[in-house]
């Protein structure tokens, strides 16, 4: 069975800094692409990052880039998302997935497998 578990959420104070997990089992984690999205109450659900467990290729979208770096531990099957320079519109629930196609991509519409989220909250 496909499992993937978000930890590391928070409250944090503007400026500050959370590190999110996501612990996969149930797959070759090297086989898969590992993304980050987020989804703040009325709005859509935004991809924030993405990295190849293949090869470590990553891609962030432009709203976290040079604040967020996604990272992977592959012997753990975990990935990280560090969080820098939190801004109250970062407030949201992060979910990681994975894409078996390992597609690398920030659509939504690759991913088969999702976490249950976990919450950040930045306030200003």
């Known amino acids: 069975e496909v499992q993937l578990v978000e930890s590391g959420g928070g409250l944090v104070q503007a400026g500050g800094s959370l590190r999110l997990s996501c612990a996969a089992s149930?797959?070759?984690?090297?086989?898969?692409?590992i993304g980050w999205f987020r989804q703040a109450p009325g709005k859509e659900r935004e991809g924030v990052s993405c990295?190849?467990?293949?090869?470590?290729?990553?891609y962030y979208a432009d709203s976290v880039k040079g604040r967020f770096t996604i990272s992977s531990d592959n012997a753990k099957n975990t990935v990280y998302l560090q969080m820098n320079s939190l801004k109250p519109e970062d407030t949201a629930v992060y979910y990681c997935?994975?894409?078996?196609?390992?597609?690398?991509?920030?659509?939504?519409?690759?991913?088969?497998?999702w976490g249950q989220g976990t919450q950040v909250t930045v306030s200003s």
């Open positions: 149930g797959f070759t984690f090297d086989d898969y692409a």
């Open positions: 997935a994975a894409d078996p196609t390992n597609n690398w991509s920030l659509a939504a519409g690759w991913y088969d497998y």
């Open positions: 990295i190849s467990s293949r090869d470590g290729s990553t």
